[in-house]
């Protein structure tokens, strides 16, 4: 079993920046792929970013590219994730998910934990 909690979450002027953080707590969360998923009001919940167990693998969504940035500390069962240029549509809520495979998906069915999620309101 893997818990997470998201935090890092608020309110932010575009072009600022926020700094999500998921910590998680299981034996096993050095093995897990994680990934950052979004859901913005009325709309389907979108892939973000992930990152492989390791770290040395990443994927983004083409409309962060190059402003967000997803990372991980494996001694403090953390995965991050480091927005930049915010933008007006980049508001939603935010989750972070668990992945048992190791292979970096950028679907959410693949995913078998999720958090709770945390609100980001970019203000224009």
């Known amino acids: 079993q893997v818990q997470l909690v998201e935090s890092g979450g608020g309110l932010v002027q575009a072009g600022g920046s926020l700094r999500l953080s998921c910590a998680a707590s299981g034996r096993t969360f050095s093995s897990y792929a994680m990934g950052w998923f979004r859901q913005a009001p009325g709309k389907e919940r979108e892939f973000v970013a992930a990152?492989?167990?390791?770290?040395?693998?990443?994927k983004y969504a083409d409309s962060v590219k190059g402003r967000f940035t997803i990372s991980r500390d494996i001694a403090k069962n953390t995965v991050y994730l480091q927005m930049n240029s915010l933008k007006p549509e980049d508001t939603a809520v935010y989750y972070c998910a668990a992945d048992s495979t190791t292979v970096v998906h950028v679907t959410d069915l693949f995913y078998d934990y999720w958090g709770q999620g945390t609100q980001v309101t970019v203000s224009s």
């Open positions: 990152i492989s167990w390791s770290g040395g693998s990443t």
